[in-house]
């Protein structure tokens, strides 16, 4: 398959505005065309030629855990709790359930502790739909950018810049779970903790698919890229459509979210910008919508782990 050409990367000026140009048009290679070598990378933005400016990411010098520091998040639904007994990396604290609610969970966790509703409403967010189940967890440790740009063979990333709403990254997760995307990273100061918010709306997938914070996301970028990894950005604005471009089986996209889109450095450290194919009338998709048909086209492909 011959890959598709990278963006260059250039310092934008002090006057420039925040929109940036689209990648260029990228062909459909023609079936059963040969392999070609990776094209040379371009050279780094201004001050970071020398890899002077370049800050070690904190991430990668340990896993840390998914957010909260309290000792403990309370999730609920039925989903999630059980998805969080059947995962052996989460230590399980407390069960809390109404009669009969936890009939048929999985065995081996705390001993459950009958409840009223008013007991278990009372460790929920208000109006939360607990299905009569709240359990007390320890946050997950999770990988480093590194330790998934690392493992061998395909593999699809997904990156969210600017998405901050915890129902709209447990959407992502649950469409990442059905089409075997590798991780979903996110920036650790612009998205909300890992909560039981969040995982009611990954309905149990936050136990199968690695969430990273990465400090920055240019730079977990560069760090995807030494390890043989392309990266696309969606932009509404590209000329060329996701279904046209060649990825290889090594990607990363990156979405942002609706209307605001990816900032400028994200975009700029891009290879390539792709959008969806859309009737003209459509505007822009909610990025949990985005996201699943883009995983969907990825998948179709092959692209999967």
Not at 65 to 92: C, I, M, S, T, Y
Not at 183 to 193: C, I, L, T, W
Request: charged share 25%.
């Amino acid at each position: 398959m011959t890959r598709p050409p990278r963006r260059p990367s250039r310092a934008p000026s002090s006057t420039e505005s925040s929109a940036a140009p689209a990648g260029r048009p990228l062909p459909r290679p023609a079936a059963g065309a040969g392999s070609t070598a990776r094209p040379p990378r371009p050279p780094a933005p201004r001050g970071e030629a020398d890899g002077a400016s370049r800050r070690p990411e904190p991430a990668a010098r340990g896993k840390r855990p998914g957010g909260r520091g309290d000792g403990g998040l309370w999730l609920f639904g039925r989903h999630a709790v059980e998805a969080a007994l059947q995962n052996p990396e989460r230590k399980a604290l407390r069960l809390l359930a109404l009669a009969g609610a936890a009939e048929g969970l999985p065995k081996g966790g705390p001993t459950v502790e009958p409840a009223d509703r008013e007991a278990i409403e009372a460790v929920v967010p208000p109006g939360a739909v607990h299905q009569g189940l709240a359990l007390k967890v320890a946050p997950l440790s999770q990988p480093t950018v590194e330790e998934i740009a690392r493992i061998p063979g395909p593999s699809v990333v997904a990156i969210l810049d600017q998405v901050s709403d915890p129902h709209n990254i447990g959407a992502v997760l649950r469409s990442a779970a059905a089409f075997g995307i590798r991780a979903v990273v996110v920036q650790d100061r612009h998205s909300p903790e890992e909560t039981g918010t969040l995982a009611k709306s990954a309905s149990g997938t936050l136990e199968r698919v690695p969430l990273v914070r990465a400090i920055n996301l240019s730079q977990a970028l560069d760090t995807f890229k030494e390890h043989g990894f392309w990266c696309a950005g969606l932009d509404a604005s590209a000329e060329t459509t996701l279904a046209e471009a060649a990825l290889p089986e090594r990607c990363v996209v990156v979405l942002g979210s609706e209307g605001a889109g990816l900032r400028r450095l994200v975009r700029d450290h891009c290879d390539l910008l792709v959008k969806l194919a859309m009737d003209s009338g459509v505007e822009s998709l909610n990025v949990s919508n985005a996201a699943a048909v883009t995983f969907y086209e990825l998948s179709g492909r092959g692209l999967r782990p």
